[in-house]
């Protein structure tokens, strides 16, 4: 045991090998130098023999890198090596743009240049190519698409435009909107195609009578203020339609509550058989165009009222319409409709349904909307349209709009002809008065 301890104790230990592969620290350090000089300093064998090196925990001389068992041997000396190139080695490969040096410096008036070969770039007013190959045909298009004009040829020809065509496009007045389609939504060819089915609802369906026609003017403007019933808009559209049978004129406009106009399906149908959202600015503009316009003064609250109280007028606001006919001197013709109270019947409301799509309720039929939109259809009682005497306001003047006291007793007198007239339409058709 004692003499294997010493054999081994005896044998001679072989060199230790030292890697020459520097640390992180040191290729660290290497890296910042170079980045400080600009330059790669690389250490020659001159530098490293001024300073030997020696062994870790030791005092001997560690050897050269230069002398070489290799070169010893045959009489030649070994290159050098930089103590990064190990690390440089190892290191990730850098991309063109990091690996290639600028050709130019970054300046702030020169244009960038595009990385596109052959393609043409416009900057700072300044033309030039791209050194590169022949650009595809692409390119090559929109390389010509950025010659200039003269160099286009006839593939991309600019019409000429003489001072003829500009004098036509800006310097000639618009035309004038037709009466028949304006800009309120009336469509002439929508109303042409519904003008039949309308025509048998009030004919066959609804069996409809005209009395007192010859009270509407044949020219000129005028002002129908009508009682609203029904639970669903159908007055207004009968109503058109009567005196368009009737009534050697037609062309009835009628102005229709917000909550209507804006209603899905039925809101632009109305619109573009006529009606018009109910605002002092369009009943105007109607007007001054010598339309027959009728008015609803009652509202939705002639709309909402119950079945039981069918043909009592409700309030009629603060009498718009009034200020409206004595401004544009049109004269009021009382209109009475009864047959739609009974053809279209209010059962109750669905408030809850109408927050679903925007409106303030539903009306509940006795076949809407349980049927669906055939329960839109009203119901085929008869119906009875009246016009009664015009009432001429001519004398007021348009100043007397602004006097709320005479404003508010023309209202009171203009309800109670018209109630007048509802009921001794329903005497004359035979109809129970409650």
């Known amino acids: 045991m004692a003499k294997s301890q010493r054999r081994r104790t005896d044998a001679p230990k072989p060199p230790r090998r030292t890697s020459t592969r520097p640390t992180r620290a040191t290729a660290d350090k290497a890296a910042g130098s170079e980045g ?9 064998g001159e530098a490293r023999a001024h300073k030997a090196p020696t062994r870790r925990g030791t005092g001997t001389p560690r050897p050269a890198a230069d002398a070489s068992p290799a070169g010893d041997e045959q009489g030649t ?4 090596r930089s103590p990064t190139a190990d ?21 702030l008036s020169t244009p960038p240049r595009t990385a596109v070969p052959g393609v043409i770039v416009e900057a700072d007013e300044t033309r030039y190519a791209v050194d590169g190959d022949a650009p595809p045909p692409e390119w090559q298009d929109a390389a010509a698409h950025d010659a200039p004009l003269e160099s286009r040829g006839t593939r991309d020809p600019i019409p000429e435009l003489g001072a003829d065509h500009y004098f036509r496009q800006w310097a000639e007045p618009a035309p004038e909107p037709a009466v028949d389609d304006d800009d309120l939504g009336l469509d002439a060819a929508f109303e042409a195609r519904a003008r039949p089915v309308l025509s048998w609802l009030f004919r066959r369906w609804l069996r409809g009578r005209v009395e007192g026609v010859e009270h509407v003017p044949t020219e000129g403007r005028a002002l129908l203020v009508c009682n609203h019933s029904g639970a669903l808009p159908w007055d207004g559209p009968m109503l058109k339609t009567a005196l368009d049978l009737e009534h050697p004129r037609g062309g009835l406009r009628w102005l229709v509550e917000d ?16 009606a018009a959202r ?22 939705l609250l002639g709309m909402g009222k119950p079945f039981e109280r069918r043909y009592q007028l409700q ?13 544009t001197g049109s004269p009021i013709i009382p209109t009475a409709i009864v047959g739609a109270e009974e053809s279209s019947p209010l059962l109750g409301r669905a408030d809850w349904l109408g927050a679903l799509i925007g409106l303030s309720y539903v009306p509940l039929t006795p076949t809407f909307p349980w049927l669906g939109p055939l329960g839109l259809l009203p119901l085929p009682v008869r119906w009875h349209i009246a016009f009664g005497a015009p009432v ?3 004398a007021h003047g348009p100043s007397a709009a602004e006097d709320a ?18 009921d001794h339409t329903r005497r004359a058709i035979g109809t129970a008065t409650r």
């Open 278 to 299: 109910a605002c002092p600015e369009n009943a105007e503009r109607l007007l001054g165009r010598n339309c027959l316009v009728a008015v609803f003064p009652e509202g």
């Open 77 to 80: 000396t070994a290159p050098e």
């Open 392 to 394: 001429d306001l001519s």
């Open 405 to 422: 006291v005479l404003v508010a007793r023309l209202n009171d007198e203009i309800r109670a002809r018209v109630q007048q007239l509802l």
């Open 315 to 327: 309030r009629f606001g603060r009498g718009g319409y009034v200020k409206l006919a004595l401004r």
């Open 87 to 107: 690390w440089n080695r190892t290191k990730p490969p850098q991309s063109p743009r990091e690996a290639a040096p600028p050709s130019e410096p970054l300046s």
């Open 36 to 44: 400080a000089e600009g330059s790669r300093v690389v250490a020659s």
């Open 259 to 274: 909550a209507v106009f804006h209603a899905p399906f039925v809101g632009p149908a109305l619109g573009r058989l006529g």
